[in-house]
T-cell receptor, first 114, second 114 residues
Framework: DAGITQSPRHKVTETGTPVTLRCHQT?????MYWYRQDPGHGLRLIHY???????DKGEVSDGYSVSRSKTEDFLLTLESATSSQTSVYFC?????????????FGPGTRLTVL | AQSVTQLDSQVPVFEEAPVELRCNYS??????LFWYVQYPNQGLQLLLK????STLVKGINGFEAEFNKSQTSFHLRKPSVHISDTAEYFC????????????WGAGTKLIIKP
C-alpha cells in the first residue's frame, strides 16, 4: 500500500469554525490532491499541488484553501465550515501529473458540520 | 468539457454470474481511461487502466475492460463475480483538455446477491 495517512479520520464540528485536514505521504510523490466524495457525485477535485508551495484550484475550490510547505504534507483548510461541506475527504498522490496519472488514495476523513 | 457517465448507480447480480458496469465519456481528444474500486469504508484503488495499444485491458481480481473509441465507452466486465467484489466502482478519464486531471464518474455500486 502507498504510504498515505490522513488525519483526523473522523471529525464533527460546528458551522463557522475553522477545520484543517492533514494528508501525509512517505512516497516522495510530487503531486498531491484533495477530493471530496458525496453520494451521486463521485469524486470532485478541490485543490491539487504539483510541488512545494505550488498549488492550483480544482472544480469545487470555493470555501477551501490548501498549503504545502513540505513534500510530504498537504493541508486542507475550511476557514469557516458550513453544513454543505459535510462530506468524506480523500487525499491522493501521484508521481506525475501527466497522462499516466495513476493516483494512490488515502483512507479518507469523514467530516460532519453541524 | 469532458464528462464521464456511469449509466447505472447500482447493479445487483447473483454470485458467480457475469457482470458489466458501463462507462461512457465525452472527449474530442486522445483519452486515458481508468477504473478504480472502493471497498466499504476504504479509499480507492486502481483496478485497471487504458493508456494506449490493445483495446482490451486486464486488471486485478479478474476484471477486464474494453476501450471502444467509436462508442466512447470503457465498460468493465467480470465473467463470474464473488461476494468479495461488493464495492463501488468508479470510471475516470484524463486528457489534455483536463490538463491530465482525472474526471470522475458518479460511481456504480456492485451488489452481489448470494
Amino acid at each position: 500500500d502507498a504510504g498515505i495517512t490522513q488525519s483526523p479520520r473522523h471529525k464533527v464540528t460546528e458551522t463557522g469554525t475553522p477545520v484543517t485536514l492533514r494528508c501525509h505521504q512517505t512516497e516522495n510523490h510530487r503531486y498531491m490532491y484533495w477530493y471530496r466524495q458525496d453520494p451521486g457525485h463521485g469524486l470532485r477535485l478541490i485543490h491539487y499541488s504539483y510541488g512545494v508551495k505550488d498549488t492550483d484550484k480544482g472544480e469545487v475550490s470555493d470555501g477551501y484553501s490548501v498549503s504545502r510547505s513540505k513534500t510530504e504534507d498537504f493541508l486542507l483548510t475550511l476557514e469557516s465550515a458550513t453544513s454543505s461541506q459535510t462530506s468524506v475527504y480523500f487525499c491522493a498522490i501521484s508521481p506525475s501529473g501527466g497522462p499516466y496519472n495513476e493516483q494512490f488514495f488515502g483512507p479518507g476523513t469523514r467530516l460532519t458540520v453541524l | 468539457a469532458q464528462s464521464v457517465t456511469q449509466l447505472d448507480s447500482q447493479v445487483p447480480v447473483f454470485e458467480e454470474a457475469p457482470v458489466e458496469l458501463r462507462c461512457n465519456y465525452s472527449s474530442s481528444v486522445s483519452v486515458y481511461l481508468f477504473w478504480y474500486v472502493q471497498y466499504p469504508n476504504q479509499g480507492l484503488q486502481l483496478l485497471l487502466k487504458y493508456l494506449s495499444g490493445s483495446t482490451l485491458v486486464k486488471g486485478i481480481n479478474g476484471f477486464e475492460a474494453e476501450f471502444n473509441k467509436s462508442q466512447t465507452s470503457f465498460h468493465l466486465r467480470k465473467p463470474s463475480v464473488h461476494i468479495s467484489d461488493t464495492a463501488e466502482y468508479f470510471c475516470a478519464v484524463s486528457d489534455t483538455d483536463s490538463n491530465y486531471q482525472l474526471i470522475w464518474g458518479a460511481g456504480t455500486k456492485l451488489i452481489i446477491k448470494p
